[in-house]
T-cell receptor, first 111, second 114 residues
Framework: QKEVEQNSGPLSVPEGAIASLNCTYS??????FFWYRQYSGKSPELIMF????GDKEDGRFTAQLNKASQYVSLLIRDSQPSDSATYLC???????????FGRGTSLIVHP | GAVVSQHPSWVICKSGTSVKIECRSL??????MFWYRQFPKQSLMLMAT?????????EQGVEKDKFLINHASLTLSTLTVTSAHPEDSSFYIC??????????FGQGTRLTVV
C-alpha cells in the first residue's frame, strides 16, 4: 500500500508568519511531488510541483523535497488570511502515473 | 496552468434517475482522466482512471455499472451516475493528465439526490 501521510491539523498561524506544511510518503521510488490547495467547497488547485531534491521557490511558496528521508514540505511566507485552506500533498509512485493524495492539512491564518 | 472545465457545477436530481457529468480539457489533450468523489470534510477518493479509447479502471469498491465512465476523445470524459440514490450525493471532481506529470482539476460537481 503506497501511502502519503499528512497531519490533518488545523495548523494555525498569525498573519505574516511562515506556515510550514509537511508530508511523508512510503514509496521510495516516487518521482513526482505536488502540492494542491483546496478551499472549502471548491476543487483542488495545483500550486507547486517538484521532482528533484532541494528547494523550489515560486513567489511566497517554497517546496522542499528530501528523497532520502521521504518527505516533502511546503513553506508559505508572509501568510495571508486568504491562504486559509486545506493543502493536499500528492505523490506519483514509481512506475505509476496515478497520483496518491494525502488527506490534507487544514491551514488557518488568523489576522 | 492548464484548464479543465467540468459541467454542471451543481445538480439536483430525483432518486432513481441518472446524471451525466462532463469533464473537458480546454487547452491540452488529456490522455488520462481521473474521477474522484469527496464527502464533506473527507479526503479525495479516487473512483476510476480512464484512458482515451479504453475502458476505465475502477478502484476497489466502486460499482462500474453504477458509475459509467466514457473517455471517447482526448478532450472529453463523462461520468454518468445511474439510478442515483441519496447516498450518492457528494462532490464529484475530475482531473486530467496530459503529456506532463501535473494533473489539473475541474471545478467539481456537487450532486444532490432527493
Amino acid at each position: 500500500q503506497k501511502e502519503v501521510e499528512q497531519n490533518s491539523g488545523p495548523l494555525s498561524v498569525p498573519e505574516g508568519a511562515i506556515a510550514s506544511l509537511n508530508c511523508t510518503y512510503s514509496d521510495r521510488g516516487s518521482q513526482s511531488f505536488f502540492w494542491y490547495r483546496q478551499y472549502s467547497g471548491k476543487s483542488p488547485e495545483l500550486i507547486m510541483f517538484i521532482y528533484s531534491n532541494g528547494d523550489k521557490e515560486d513567489g511566497r511558496f517554497t517546496a522542499q523535497l528530501n528523497k532520502a528521508s521521504q518527505y516533502v514540505s511546503l513553506l508559505i511566507r508572509d501568510s495571508q488570511p486568504s491562504d486559509s485552506a486545506t493543502y493536499l500533498c500528492a505523490v506519483t509512485p514509481g512506475g505509476s502515473y496515478i497520483p496518491t493524495f494525502g488527506r490534507g492539512t487544514s491551514l488557518i491564518v488568523h489576522p | 496552468g492548464a484548464v479543465v472545465s467540468q459541467h454542471p457545477s451543481w445538480v439536483i436530481c430525483k432518486s432513481g434517475t441518472s446524471v451525466k457529468i462532463e469533464c473537458r480539457s480546454l487547452d491540452f489533450q488529456a490522455t488520462t482522466m481521473f474521477w474522484y468523489r469527496q464527502f464533506p470534510k473527507q479526503s479525495l477518493m479516487l473512483m476510476a482512471t480512464s484512458n482515451e479509447g479504453s475502458k476505465a479502471t475502477y478502484e476497489q469498491g466502486v460499482e462500474k455499472d453504477k458509475f459509467l465512465i466514457n473517455h471517447a476523445s482526448l478532450t472529453l470524459s463523462t461520468l454518468t451516475v445511474t439510478s442515483a440514490h441519496p447516498e450518492d450525493s457528494s462532490f464529484y471532481i475530475c482531473s486530467a493528465l496530459g503529456q506532463t506529470t501535473e494533473a489539473f482539476f475541474g471545478q467539481g460537481t456537487r450532486l444532490t439526490v432527493v
